[in-house]
């Protein structure tokens, strides 16, 4: 495990696996396929990819995966990816990192863990299901896509609306310590629809917290990105 690694898993992060649902250990023969594969394959919809490549820092290479990682501001994250097909991503809740943000410097009465963004999960949401349909296009894959998400380190914290909206009635927090969804999809169907596949995940989530938001709210969100 590398530094950012141990350090990422230490408050609030995101775990996402993409994969074939068929195994094979040689999809892609080359590493720099594989690298291109990523860079290919990245969403940029809010200012900020997912995964995050730099194309200016050569990836770390093993035998059979590629891999970056970033201890920037208030991200810290890493991705590897594997000749396999398996993509694999690690990324700290933004919010949680305040503390060593310029661009994002915590307030008076911050604390890590204390809260989840609603408009954060769901715009991540989008660009977990775009990276996919993206990565089974890279990658020519023509069976089934597998999807796993795990969000972590949710225990206590307060599901937060945006600055804009009029917020909840009462507070809505999370007595789960994590939470996770997986799906298997036809790459067909990721390319053709990521936002709307999108959706039954952040049900999901958000039901832990007590909000049972209907698939149209999360749309309306949604809609803020660009793309």
Not at 68 to 93: C, I, M, P, T
Not at 141 to 154: F, H, N, Q, W
Request: a neutral charge; charged letters at 25%.
């Amino acid at each position: 495990m590398t530094t950012t690694a141990e350090k990422v898993k230490t408050r609030g992060h995101w775990v996402v696996r993409v994969h074939p649902e068929t195994y094979d250990p040689n999809r892609l023969h080359k590493l720099a396929d594989l690298q291109k594969a990523v860079g290919d394959s990245t969403v940029s919809l809010r200012g900020w990819d997912f995964p995050h490549y730099d194309p200016q820092v050569q990836p770390t290479r093993s035998a059979d995966y590629v891999e970056q990682s970033l201890d920037w501001d208030h991200h810290v994250e890493l991705w590897r990816a594997y000749k396999s097909g398996q993509f694999v991503s690690v990324s700290a809740l933004w919010g949680d990192w305040r503390d060593q943000s310029g661009l994002w410097p915590a307030n008076q009465g911050w604390k890590p863990g204390a809260t989840l963004s609603v408009e954060h999960a769901v715009f991540r949401f989008v660009e977990i299901y775009e990276f996919a349909a993206r990565w089974s296009r890279a990658l020519g894959i023509r069976d089934p896509l597998v999807i796993e998400c795990t969000l972590r380190e949710l225990g206590n914290r307060a599901l937060q609306l945006g600055p804009r909206s009029i917020g909840f009635s009462y507070a809505r927090t999370c007595k789960e310590p994590e939470w996770s969804y997986s799906g298997t999809y036809a790459p067909t169907a990721l390319l053709a629809q990521p936002r709307e596949l999108a959706i039954p995940p952040g049900i999901s989530l958000f039901e832990l917290f007590g909000w049972d938001v209907s698939p149209e709210v999360i749309r309306g969100i949604q809609g803020k990105l660009r793309g």
